[in-house]
């Protein structure tokens, strides 16, 4: 490297406006040809990709684009399908691939769980003594399209095979190293065909090494890659960590590899401590995780710029990349479209777009001098200066009640027995009462009322009429099963924390801040941009109803 880098680590897939999303709903509803659905998955896919390259992103990943799960990805590149799913072998096929993750009548889908402490969730890998073989070199395929159809020379993005057995199910914690060891050869084959196509860099995701590992396990760690470091010597593989600090930081920086990426944002200054305290290779590149992968606010640049500072007083700007702390899959895709927001919140936002432009600016301020990016730095500073003095963003009236809060405890006053006794007595109430969660379906003839109502097709009076009728069904079917407490089935909400949120003060919406959940489920958190406050009823018309329903 002759120069300050600028990279990304992975680019969300639903589109600026949920297009990837409506594409997938409609393939799987049998409204959109195959043919057409892989058209528009490869349109969006490009787009992307394009958007980096005209933002000015230097390493520009490829293959962090998925119809429905990276994690899912990387098990059909390698064959791993669940016997019931009555795979044939060969690549995997598209109807098989979406029936591990969503099920069939005759085959349950895979697990499906959190994806480490992040709200999105991943397909759980199923091993079961199956033989993993390359069926498909995705990583290769991704990158010549890039490559061939918009002239990107991508950073092809793999899930390291550390990470992607850990977060496997299907063998005992003492053949973690035999399973791993089936894996590597693979891996081997991905590097090698890839070096033959001419690729520099790799990014490996590894970020289970910013989990609790035990020593003996970064010890494995080492001899996978000195394996693929030597299968694919031509291969620069950026080691890729996220989420959080490394335990291990003396054995991680020595790994075989030709550059670290750490996260400087959410490893607590663990990882600028060890690096100020235990030095980092001389041969090997640092890719600093900057700019926060996970919030929706814009970066203070000068105090970002500063820990640069701090960076490249042990690494030489040469040996630098300015990234973001993990893959943009997180936040939403642009704040621009956002047309309805107050000026002064909106100047603050950063999503996906915006946070790429932050590292733009933050390597040319190393590629140049601070002074050039001066401006930047001022609007950035401005901006959140100006949300911070915002009156609507301190609530006078919650700032009292939080002077007071000395004044309430949070325990219980009566004590477990005298509860009890009340849930027997009182309420008649077995010594374990059953129950349900809460929500019941949301229906589309549900969702068909709510949109009418909220269109102005259906008055309040009519609205509040239906929710009735649906919570009346929803009581019957408890009573019928001799639940004994019971729940309303939760027909007035839509997204449950956007309904709650609708309620209170503090909150704002966006028009287009989805982020994928799983799949093609996308949620749109409201932003909290204040002081949280109390303003009108929650719950109460729903309790008041149900007595009398």
């Keep these: 490297?002759?120069?300050?880098?600028?990279?990304?680590?992975?680019?969300?897939?639903?589109?600026?406006?949920?297009?990837?999303?409506?594409?997938?709903?409609?393939?799987w509803a049998g409204k959109l040809e195959k043919e057409n659905f892989l058209k528009i998955m490869e349109e969006i896919r490009?787009?992307?990709?394009?958007?980096?390259?005209?933002?000015?992103?230097?390493?520009?990943?490829?293959?962090?684009?998925?119809?429905?799960?990276?994690?899912?990805?990387?098990?059909v590149m390698f064959g791993l399908v669940p016997e019931r799913f009555e795979y044939g072998g060969g690549k995997v096929t598209l109807e098989t691939y979406f029936n591990i993750a969503r099920g069939t009548q005759s085959a349950i889908a895979s697990k499906m769980t959190k994806w480490f402490n992040t709200n999105y969730h991943y397909i759980v890998p199923e091993l079961d003594n199956a033989i993993p073989t390359l069926v498909e070199n995705r990583p290769l395929q991704f990158y010549k399209?890039?490559?061939?159809?918009?002239?990107?020379?991508?950073?092809p993005v793999i899930l390291g095979p550390v990470t992607f057995v850990k977060l496997s199910k299907?063998?005992?914690?003492?053949?973690?190293?035999?399973?791993?060891?089936?894996?590597?050869?693979?891996?081997?084959?991905?590097?090698?065909?890839?070096?033959?196509?001419?690729?520099?860099?790799?990014?490996?995701?590894?970020?289970?090494?910013s989990t609790t590992l035990l020593r003996e396990e970064v010890v494995l760690l080492n001899e996978v890659y000195q394996t693929l470091n030597e299968a694919a010597p031509n291969i620069k593989v950026i080691l890729q960590t996220y989420f959080d600090s490394v335990d291990h930081y003396e054995e991680v920086v020595s790994l075989p590899v030709q550059g670290i990426g750490l996260d400087f944002v959410h490893d607590h200054g663990?990882?600028?401590?060890?690096?100020?305290?235990?030095g980092f290779p001389k041969d090997k590149v640092l890719a600093a995780g900057i700019i926060d992968?996970?919030?929706?606010?814009?970066?203070?640049?000068?105090?970002?710029?500063?820990?640069?500072?701090?960076?490249?007083?042990?690494?030489?700007?040469?040996?630098?990349?300015?990234?973001?702390?993990?893959?943009?899959?997180?936040?939403?895709?642009?704040?621009?479209?956002?047309e309805t927001l107050d000026e002064v919140l909106k100047g603050a936002l950063s999503f996906a777009d915006e946070k790429l432009q932050e590292i733009v600016v933050l390597t040319k301020g190393f590629h140049e001098r601070k002074e050039t990016i001066q401006k930047e730095i001022t609007e950035h500073t401005e901006a959140i200066q100006a949300l911070n003095e915002a009156s609507f963003r301190n609530n006078t009236r919650v700032h009292k009640a939080i002077q007071n809060l000395h004044t309430y405890t949070s325990e219980r006053k009566a004590a477990f027995k005298v509860r009890q006794e009340l849930q027997q007595e009182v309420f008649e109430l077995p010594l374990l009462p059953t129950t349900t969660i809460g929500s019941f379906p949301q229906t589309k003839e549900v969702r068909n009322q709510r949109l009418k109502w909220r269109?102005?097709?259906?008055?309040?009076?009519?609205?509040?009429?239906?929710?009735?009728?649906?919570i009346k069904k929803c009581i019957e079917i408890q009573e019928e099963i001799d639940l004994d407490v019971l729940v309303h089935g939760e027909f007035e909400r839509t997204d449950m924390v956007e309904y709650f949120a609708e309620k209170l003060g503090g909150f704002q919406f966006t028009k287009f801040g989805w982020v994928q959940s799983y799949g093609s489920r996308c949620v749109k958190p409201p932003l909290i941009y204040g002081d949280v406050s109390y303003e009108?009823?929650?719950?109460?018309?729903?309790?008041?109803?149900?007595?009398?329903?």
Excluded at 455 to 470: A, H, M, N, P, S
């Design 270 to 278: 663990q990882n600028l401590a060890a690096l100020k305290k235990y």
């Design 455 to 470: 269109k102005g097709e259906l008055t309040d009076f009519k609205y509040r009429e239906y929710i009735q009728t649906e």
């Design 293 to 338: 992968g996970r919030n929706i606010w814009c970066a203070n640049l000068d105090d970002k710029f500063s820990i640069l500072e701090e960076i490249t007083e042990v690494v030489p700007k040469n040996h630098l990349i300015v990234q973001p702390s993990s893959s943009l899959l997180h936040v939403p895709v642009t704040v621009k479209n956002e």
């Design 46 to 75: 490009l787009h992307h990709l394009q958007k980096q390259q005209d933002l000015g992103i230097m390493m520009i990943p490829v293959g962090d684009f998925s119809m429905y799960d990276h994690v899912l990805d990387t098990s």
């Design 1 to 27: 490297m002759s120069k300050v880098k600028s990279s990304n680590l992975g680019y969300p897939r639903i589109g600026e406006q949920r297009e990837w999303k409506k594409a997938l709903e409609q393939f």
């Design 145 to 155: 399209e890039a490559k061939q159809k918009l002239g990107i020379d991508g950073k």
């Design 536 to 549: 009108e009823p929650i719950t109460v018309e729903e309790t008041v109803y149900l007595p009398n329903r």
């Design 170 to 209: 299907g063998y005992k914690e003492s053949e973690l190293k035999t399973v791993i060891d089936q894996f590597v050869p693979l891996y081997a084959d991905i590097l090698r065909e890839l070096q033959e196509e001419g690729v520099e860099w790799v990014q490996m995701d590894e970020p289970i090494l």
